[in-house]
């Protein structure tokens, strides 16, 4: 999927915004509105034509600004996005020529050129820190957590909920679906990236409006009892009362994952959501042993420490991931469980292995304190429960024992494994099956 | 294995006492008339009032086949006359003679009232050859499965009866492994796609099609059964009278990948044509069955163990939707129940089944009757036909539920709900945007600031009581586990908006406000 959809959808799921997209052609335009329509919203998308020509003489920009002030007028959202893509953005449009506000709507420019913007990750940190950057300067008295990054949508009403019997609650939750929720980011007194991948929305907060954060979620057993530590001592509350709740949360969570015990099984998880952290840990935990984890995140400040924690952990952590590595994992070492990308599931199933797919079966569930551990790791279990079914269709697509291969023929193999274990990362040798 | 086992429906319970309600079955006399009006050289004569014939013959047919009315079927148009005074048998013996004099093999077939006045068909021509045959059809106490395998038992047993007309030349024994396909009469959900298979995988293995009975035959090509190599049943509820009296190697359609490829092994083994069938089932692989490994290889798949299924039918599609789509691709099935026969469920414990389940079934398998509680009930499951009763087209040969094609199509049909619940379940369907009614630095100055009391505020996480916490997570539970994000969404953002408008919390009043407003789901 194109990184800049990582933005658009975030965008379109404002109900009182109405995003312009400034798309590369209609091949783009295509697929950002074909994917939007499946898995965000039933509702048009803008965009203003484009051809060579109308490029050449920049009546692309006239029709834009057309675009902008009739949708202003006739519909008068809170917001305006222009998304600009690829082309747009190399050949570079006077965007500071359109106006700032039009009656009550604002009008933000993002910019989402694919090429150097290239993970999802990095395009919901755009949409924050474009909209964040529109913010009036911080009140002078202000309370309460500012949450960031996409969760369960009862996510922030359970974290809420804790961090009352702490002294503190949830101020906003960005990305929200009213520009509202951004607006009242200006009266927390903390923000928490609950994702490692909001580094640069989190340092404009910092620079604007002089804000604070903690990193990491309050997920799995170690990651909720510190990050709860963590919001109570950025906020000097009574260490006693903070130190009492997390432990209660945390021991919540050790109870729910003896429920679904994954020891002694290998998973591989690529994921591309910066979400891929977290779930790790829960694995992990749960007693998983997850190799590496390969993630299309690049190395950033607020990874760094749920890194550690992996590593400690025995999972080395690949930034910017490789597919075709993957692939060559995969073929090498008899994984039990896959979650990762589309092409990397489907190679998966060829092989027998139950597979799921991040973006679909993973984001955006419930990871947090005992409930969304139990939640996800039941899905997981049930995932792996039916290894039979995964098996048993394989051997019926092989020929003489070999996989019917549909797609992934050309993928190398070896290379990670082979690094993999020289730096004991499977702890065993792994045998060939 | 278990494509062999056979299922017989037994006649419909006559306790002394019973109560029905939606009716799942015809009776008897339909059953029978459908078996016999398949044949082509065939007219059927109901011994009945005037409803007795266009029930089935003209308003059903129409439906359930999309014939406008089946023309071979006749009946004798019983008034009180003939009930009460005198007899039915003047009034039949028009019809007949009338049906016999364009040189069809009559068939008369009783119905209720004519069982009930004793009215039988007695002449002294009897046992002469191709002269009309009188079926008792049990209509009171035998349902339409029943009655479609006695009738074509009672086919068999008068095999030698039927007339070959004279210039019809009775074709060759078959030379090359050939196989009867007994099952398809008129009525049978999905017939026309199942049978269009079967002859596909049939030609697929090198076997002939011997004869399709009784859908694709005359009465006169009856013996003829007895010159095939295997004979395949479309149907367990009826058929497998007359397939073990032919004395051929019985076959079931199969349902899925595993049980078709057993299906096709085991017709190889019995008509000695084990090479092609190994071939055609590698070629299936990487021609009708690629579209499935791609299917099964795409993240649809990943769906399937999140995704509940309910399944309400007669046996051959109720169980064999359940072993391919439960045992198979892994769905799991919240409920399933025969809709036929003894084992019949009741409506209303389907009703129950349906309405209770938690999570709520993605897609329910059914006839009519399902549809209904699915509307009436408000669930927000999709519904699919699979049996009758219910008013359906199904006359193009694409949407087979059997064989290798057939596995691939409920593939699709499964995956094309799961799309469409997704679609229903957006969380956003705003066009055009909600209007901003201020600018945004009226929003600063409006917005509290410091939150004093506690969620008592503009901002976008407000309090929810107890009780409405429970309610909403009891309501998103219900909903299909794929969609819940979105339902999750929907619910909350309805419920808080609600809330801002009044004093910042939500209470249970609130979300039952919008839980009434939001159980359709569709």
Redesign the interface.
């Known amino acids: 999927m194109c990184p800049a959809f990582g933005a658009i959808r975030n965008l ?7 995003p312009i997209v400034i798309s590369s052609g209609d091949g783009c335009m295509y697929g950002h509105t074909f994917v939007a329509h ?1 898995y ?5 998308v803008f965009s203003p034509g484009v051809s060579s020509e109308m490029w050449a003489k920049g009546t692309v920009f006239d029709e834009l600004k057309a675009m902008v002030y009739e949708i202003a007028e ?6 305006i996005p222009i998304c600009s893509l690829c082309v747009s953005d190399t050949v570079g449009m006077p965007f500071e020529l359109l106006p700032k ?1 039009i ?4 009008i933000v420019y993002v910019p989402l050129p694919a090429y150097s913007v290239h993970t999802h990750a990095r395009a919901k940190d755009i949409v924050v820190d474009s909209l964040v950057w ?1 913010l ?1 300067p911080q ?1 002078k ?4 957590v500012n949450l960031i990054g996409e969760v ?3 996510d ?2 359970k974290i ?1 909920e804790v961090l ?1 019997r702490i002294g503190t ?5 960005v990305p ?6 951004y ?2 980011m ?2 927390g007194s903390l923000n928490a990236p609950l994702h490692p991948f909001y580094s640069d929305s989190v340092k404009r907060m910092k620079m604007k409006q002089g804000l604070p954060f903690v990193d990491g979620a309050p997920v799995g057993i170690d990651g909720t009892y510190h990050w709860i530590k963590d919001v109570g001592e950025a906020l000097k509350l009574d260490p006693a009362v903070v130190e009492a709740v997390a432990a209660e949360e945390r021991d919540k969570v050790v109870r729910a994952m003896a429920d679904y015990p994954l020891k002694g099984l290998t998973f591989m998880v690529a994921g591309y959501e910066g979400h891929e952290f977290l779930l790790v840990r829960l694995l992990i935990e749960a007693g998983a042993n997850v190799p590496y984890l390969s993630t299309s995140v690049n190395t950033n400040p607020l990874a760094r420490e749920e890194e550690a924690w992996l590593k400690e952990h025995g999972c080395t952590v690949l930034y910017t991931a490789n597919f075709d590595d993957e692939i060559g994992a995969l073929e090498d070492h008899p994984y039990d469980c896959v979650i990762g990308t ?1 092409p990397l ?2 190679h998966a ?2 092989l027998g292995i139950p ?3 991040y ?3 993973m984001a ?2 419930s990871l947090m304190f005992a409930e969304g551990a139990s939640d996800i790791l039941s ?1 997981i279990v ?2 792996y429960r ?1 290894k039979e ?1 995964y098996d ?2 394989a051997r ?2 092989s ?1 003489d024992g070999v996989p ?1 291969r ?2 992934s023929s050309w993928a190398p193999t070896i290379d990670l494994t082979q690094h993999l274990l020289a730096n004991d990362a499977f702890g065993q040798p792994a045998a060939k099956p | 294995m278990s494509f062999k086992q056979e299922l017989k429906s037994d006649i419909v319970n006559t306790p002394i006492r019973k109560r029905v309600t939606d009716l799942d079955h015809a009776g008897g006399d339909t059953g029978a008339m459908q078996a016999f009006a398949s044949l082509r050289d065939v007219n059927v004569v109901l011994d009945g009032p005037v409803g007795c014939h266009v029930m089935p013959a003209v308003a059903v047919i129409n439906y359930t086949d999309s014939i406008p009315y089946l023309q071979n079927v006749t009946c004798s148009e019983l008034s009180e006359n003939e009930v009460t005074i005198a007899g039915t048998l003047p009034a039949l013996k028009e019809k007949v003679a009338r049906a016999s004099a364009q040189g069809r093999q009559v068939f008369i077939v009783s119905t209720p009232v004519s069982e009930l006045i004793g009215a039988a068909w007695t002449t002294l021509d009897e046992g002469v050859k191709g002269t009309p045959l009188f079926f008792n059809s049990e209509s009171l106490d035998a349902d339409e499965w029943v009655s479609r395998d006695r009738a074509l038992l009672f086919l068999w047993q008068n095999r030698d009866h039927f007339v070959r007309p004279e210039g019809v030349v009775a074709p060759a024994k078959p030379a090359r492994p050939s196989v009867n396909i007994v099952g398809p009469t008129y009525g049978c959900f999905n017939s026309y796609s199942d049978l269009a298979e079967m002859k596909r995988l049939l030609a697929g293995i090198g076997a002939d099609v011997n004869v399709v009975y009784p859908f694709e035959a005359n009465s006169y090509d009856t013996p003829r059964l007895a010159d095939a190599g295997a004979t395949v049943c479309m149907y367990r509820e009826f058929g497998a009278s007359l397939a073990r009296e032919v004395g051929l190697p019985v076959f079931f359609a199969p349902f899925g990948l595993e049980e078709t490829t057993a299906f096709l092994r085991g017709l190889g083994e019995a008509l000695g044509v084990q090479a092609q069938v190994e071939a055609f089932i590698a070629l299936e692989k990487t021609t009708t069955l690629a579209a499935w490994q791609d299917i099964w290889r795409s993240t649809h798949s990943d769906f399937f163990a999140n995704a509940p299924i309910a399944i309400v039918a007669p046996p051959t599609y109720k169980d064999g939707l359940e072993r391919y789509l439960g045992g198979e691709l892994g769905l799991p099935i919240s409920y399933s129940a025969y809709r036929t026969g003894a084992e019949s469920a009741p409506s209303e414990a389907v009703r129950a089944a349906l309405r209770d389940a938690s999570p709520s079934p993605m897609l329910i398998f059914g006839s009519i009757n399902e549809r209904m509680i699915v509307a009436q009930e408000k669930l927000p499951s999709r519904f699919y036909q699979a049996s009758f009763p219910g008013a359906v087209v199904r006359r193009a040969i694409g949407t087979p539920f059997i064989g290798y094609s057939g596995a691939v199509w409920l593939l699709q049909v499964v995956c094309e709900i799961l799309f469409d619940t997704l679609f229903a379940n957006l969380p956003t369907s705003y066009a055009p945007a909600q209007r901003a009614d201020k600018p945004t630095a009226q929003i600063m100055q409006e917005a509290p600031g410091v939150v004093t009391q506690a969620g008592k505020g503009q901002n976008s996480v407000l309090v929810w009581t107890d009780e409405a916490k429970e309610l909403s997570e009891r309501t998103v539970k219900r909903a299909p586990f794929f969609v819940r994000v979105s339902v999750t969404k929907k619910l909350r953002a309805e419920a808080e908006k609600l809330a801002r408008e009044r004093d910042g919390t939500v209470d249970l009043s609130i979300v039952e406000e919008i839980v009434a407003k939001f159980a359709p789901g569709r």
């Not at chain 1, 379109?12 to 109405?18: V, Y």
């Open positions: 379109l799921r404002m109900e009182d915004a109405m499946f965000v919203a039933n509702r048009p006739k519909h008068a959202p809170s917001l506000q009656g009550n709507t604002e529109r009036p009140r008295a202000r309370s309460g369960f949508p009862s922030p009403i809420d009352r609650h949830v101020n906003t939750h929200g679906p009213r520009w509202a929720d607006v009242a200006v009266d589309t599931c489907a199933k060829e597979a799921i797919y973006t679909n079966a955006t569930r899905l049930s995932t039916s079914r048993k269709i019926f697509f020929a019917r549909t797609y």
